[in-house]
């Protein structure tokens, strides 16, 4: 199986809500479509929300993997 390969990465360790979305989306805006970001937020307020806004702002989700207390995604800027 191919691993993902992310062309940047977001350490939002430690960023509340809606900050870690605000930082994200101005990531995302950066960079060109169809290239992946991965993001590491914490657990809790962050993965309840963070996904669900990139979503409905027309990315996609490649990937979601919780270590430890925190989470990985991979997003594929729409």
Known sequence: ???IKPGSVLD?????CPNNFVRAKLK???M?????LEIIIDDGEPIKN?????KEDGHQI???E??????RLLIKKG
């Open 12 to 16: 939002l360790r430690g960023v509340a």
């Open 28 to 30: 995302l805006e950066e």
């Open 1 to 3: 199986m191919n691993e």
């Open 32 to 36: 060109r479509s169809d290239e992946i």
């Open 50 to 54: 963070v996904p669900r806004s990139i």
């Open 62 to 64: 490649l990937k979601a």
């Open 66 to 71: 919780k270590i430890d207390n925190r989470w």
